[in-house]
């Protein structure tokens, strides 16, 4: 007798996978709780290489089915979907994928579904990076601050680095002007003179 299961996943910790377990419900799909396996993992560590996926193939069979809810819950990267979806059916295991209107991706019809939207989100993707790097270039070449504010006005770092060329501690400053050691550290490094 087969057995379903739901593999779900969220990239950061700040969210949850219950809206997955959810929508796999109101498909019609009845998985025990012990059968759903939710991780909070990012989309681009390999399927294989997170724990939660790792101890569900220990528990899927021959004949078992893999619920998810959309296709990148699997992986961003075309090839490690792929890859995934190969190993899972080499297991004999079925994955049907909910956004695909169910449809098993280990099928024939199922393979060429996944590679042609696999490419298409990877594609996706990369344009997004590349739109994302090209924005930064033109913001930097603007003359424009990138990164975070530093956490220290530059008069608070000027008095920070004339106290501690006065002998004062790395940690009592931090104190002081609520910061870390690092910040600290790193005012004193940019003071200092570089050897040539």
Known sequence: MSRTFIYARVSTTDQTTENQVREIQAAGFAVEERRTVAEKVS???????????????????????????????????????????????????????LNLGGVDLTSPAGKMTMTVLAAAATLERELLIERTQAGLARAKSEGKALGRRPSLTPPQQAEALRRLNAGESVSQLAREFDTSRATILRIQKAAAPTAV
């Open 43 to 97: 989309g681009s560590v390999a399927a294989m290489q997170r724990k939660g996926f790792a101890k569900l193939l220990d528990k899927l069979e021959s004949g078992d089915v893999l619920i998810v809810t959309k296709m990148d819950r699997l992986g961003r990267n075309t090839m490690d979907v792929l890859a995934t979806v190969e190993h899972l059916a080499a297991m004999g295991v079925r994955v049907h994928c």
